[in-house]
Each structure stands twice: as C-alpha cells, then as structure tokens.
C-alpha cells in the first residue's frame, strides 16, 4: 500500500503514516501515557501523530514512538519513508491550504536560498582557484 504514480487513486502519506502508528500503539497495547513516558514525548504529542492531525518536523520523534512500541526494524524503515513523504508533503502543500500548525516554506523562498547556496559556494570555489593560482581575490 504505497504511493505510486501510476495509481489513479494516490494515498496520503501522512494518513498512512498516523495509520501506521496506531497499529504499532495498538499491538503494543499501551497507553498514551505509557508511551509518553517510554518515548519522552508527551502524551498530546503522540495523540496528534497517532490520529494524524500534524506530521512532526524531524523522523526523531516517530522513531521513538516507533520503538518504545517495540516496532521491528523494517516498520521503522517504512515509519521513516512515509514520514519523508508525509513531510515534504505538508511543506509543499502548507503554503496553499493555509493550514495551521504546519511550518510553510514558500517554493520561491526555498529557490532563492538554494541559488543564494550555489552563488557562496561557487564563489568560495573562485577565490581558491584563484588563491592557487597566485592572484588576487575578485572580492575586496
């Protein structure tokens, strides 16, 4: 049950995702706060990345659930690409919907910051070249 291109009818990760995690809180038969207190994330948090209402903003807090669960390593594996996809999602899409609580990064802006990277980095490359090669800095 991934998600493929081909299928006419795409699955959301971020559902796929929370589903995935209260199958795990599910078989472990734990509470909220027993895994709260297993995973060191509160017990609101873990509800909101169980029911799907938000996609956490690093994979470290699905892992800790994940394995304070007692998930096996391959459901981690599997925890970890559907939260990649479930987050990329989320940032592409935040910006649209306007939906709250979810941190929105403008493709523009995210564009901007890549070019603003290449320009350093190529500059940096210049100003070695030109280091080794004896002459004088083109940036004064």
């Known amino acids: 049950m991934g998600l493929e291109l081909g299928d006419e009818k795409l699955v959301d990760p971020a559902r796929l995702l929370a589903?995935?995690?209260?199958?795990?809180?599910?078989?472990?038969s734990m509470s909220y706060e027993a895994l709260a207190r297993r995973s060191g994330y509160s017990r609101s948090a873990l509800h909101r990345y169980c029911t799907g209402q938000c996609v956490p903003l690093e994979f470290t807090p699905i892992n800790r659930l994940a394995q304070a669960c007692g998930a096996y390593q391959e459901e981690s594996r599997e925890l970890q690409r559907l939260w990649a996809l479930a987050h990329?999602?989320?940032?592409?899409s935040a910006h649209d919907t306007g939906r709250a609580g979810v941190r929105a990064i403008p493709r523009e802006r995210v564009m901007l910051g890549a070019v603003a990277l290449?320009?350093?980095?190529?500059?940096?490359?210049?100003?070695?070249?030109?280091s080794a090669l004896g002459q004088a800095s083109p940036v004064g």
């Open 118 to 130: 290449a320009c350093t980095v190529l500059l940096a490359l210049l100003v070695r070249r030109q």
């Open 19 to 28: 589903a995935r995690l209260r199958a795990l809180k599910a078989r472990s």
């Open 88 to 92: 990329s999602g989320r940032i592409e």
